[in-house]
């Protein structure tokens, strides 16, 4: 998922979060390209991004658009191409360049949430030209799209827990067939090492020598990966909500079970506190009130408007998508007690997106040469379900491991036993993520076995002791890998990622972007800093 960089929910299903977020449905293997390739990419970096005011109703005045063209297939550049689509605030003093922001997910779409958001940036302004973009396969950038495969994915949820895991595989592999259908060529070209490579053709079309960098949760990933592939084109980058480099997607998928239960525990414990709170005034009774809500709801569906039952795996999604911020707790606090005492399931569709219909398309005909048709498609023509689309699309080709039927029929029952663990809540819900990689191509081993110790100007890492999705000690551990260019800032507060929730943060990634001072490595941030 996005990092919750501001408080209103994005449309998805079943997104989450970087690295904890896990793969959906699959997609091909990217081509991994080193940057010191002899393929001629010469007419991609000899781009200037036209801007221009961004077309929408909803769009700020001050809002610029533009694009650049990419390659498809970076081995083969003439085999077509593929726009994306980009959005700056412009520099309101003396510009050093610009700051290119991804806004997570993996699937954000950075347009959008930086028209959105982008008050939470201005204090970038005074230096920088504040971009964002949307990466290939994800918002108006060649969007992908599971089509009708979503329903058939979600249906899994009620059944992986069942005593036919053959049928839930076979069900997967179809709805992965029905996602490649619906998605287009990109599909096979999605990734975090192709974004890179499109990162650093977007550095040298808005201008800079450098890129200058701020990735929140999977944006740490992607920042990461150009780290890597291009070491002697990093400016100043900073990770906030790090990812992991390393784990695979079932360790991941229990650190991120294990995270949401701890940040629902929290939940509960501030709710009670409340006499409105719908589950009583006893925390441990509360957090049993959830489960058996839970329960009650996949036995039980409740009708919705929009024409589809809100199921119980429906419910965790949306208490999911609320626990990223403490500022949702209590419009969260409201839709539960809207559910419980009303029946009303409105409210918490609001966090979860449920109810949207999805768009299915056929996906961009792409052609050779100088053709740009994988163009920009109209923001009203982005399939709804492309953010989780997307999520499942680049966890699956950033993910080297593909465990047969067999061996993941073997281990079912001891992956179910660690989940349920991790969380009585979110445990279920986390383990159906995680076997829908099944029957994809293998993945790229680049991140896992190239990205470290990489040799670039010092780069800020940024950990929150409560995140509930990339929890603190991926940090430590990424910043270990990277080696002596990785300095760690410890958040010791809650919600997922820093620079929105911590003024502490805020000041000091804003301190080290604008004028290059680093904090001493180690060093925290705390509530009390946020009183100053």
Partial sequence: MPAKLSTRPTLRRCALTGGVGLALLGAGLPAVVSASSETDL????????AWSKCD??????????????????????????????????????????????NFGGPGGAGVSELAAGGKDFMSLTNG??????????????????????SDEVAATTDEVIGVDPEAVLKQLRKAADTCARHSGPVLAHIGTVNASRDLDVMRQAVGDK????????YGSRLGAVYAAQFPKKVGRMVLDGVDTLTEPLTEQGVAGAAGQQTALEDFVDWCVKDIACPFGTDARTAREEVVRLVESLDQDPVPTDFGEDFTGQDLVGAIGQALYSRELWPSLERALASLVEDGDTGPLLWFSGGGSGVRAGAGPALHADDGTDGGLVDQEDVPLDNLPAALMAINCADDPDRPSARRITRELGRLRAAYEQASPVFGRYRLTEVLTCYGRPKGTDFI??????????????????????TPYRWTVETAERLGDSAVVLDNKGDGHTGYASSKCVHRKIDTFL???????????????????
């Fill in 42 to 49: 010469s007419r991609f970096y000899r781009q200037e991004v």
């Fill in 56 to 101: 929408g109703v909803e769009m700020p005045e001050d809002l610029q658009c533009g694009k650049v063209t990419v390659p498809l297939d970076y081995s083969r550049p003439r085999a077509g191409t593929l726009e994306l689509a980009l959005a700056r605030y412009r520099a309101t003093g003396k510009s050093r360049g610009s700051v290119l922001l």
């Fill in 128 to 149: 920088y030209d504040v971009v964002s973009f949307d990466p290939r396969g994800v918002g108006r950038s060649s969007p992908v799209t599971c089509g009708d495969a």
């Fill in 210 to 217: 450098k890129l200058n960098y701020l990735g929140f949760s």
């Fill in 448 to 469: 896992r076995e190239e990205v470290r110790d990489v040799r670039t100007p010092k780069m800020l890492l940024v950990g929150t002791r409560g995140d509930p999705a």
């Fill in 514 to 532: 604008l004028y290059g001072s680093l904090p001493p490595d180690g060093s925290s941030c705390g509530p009390e800093d946020d009183d100053r």
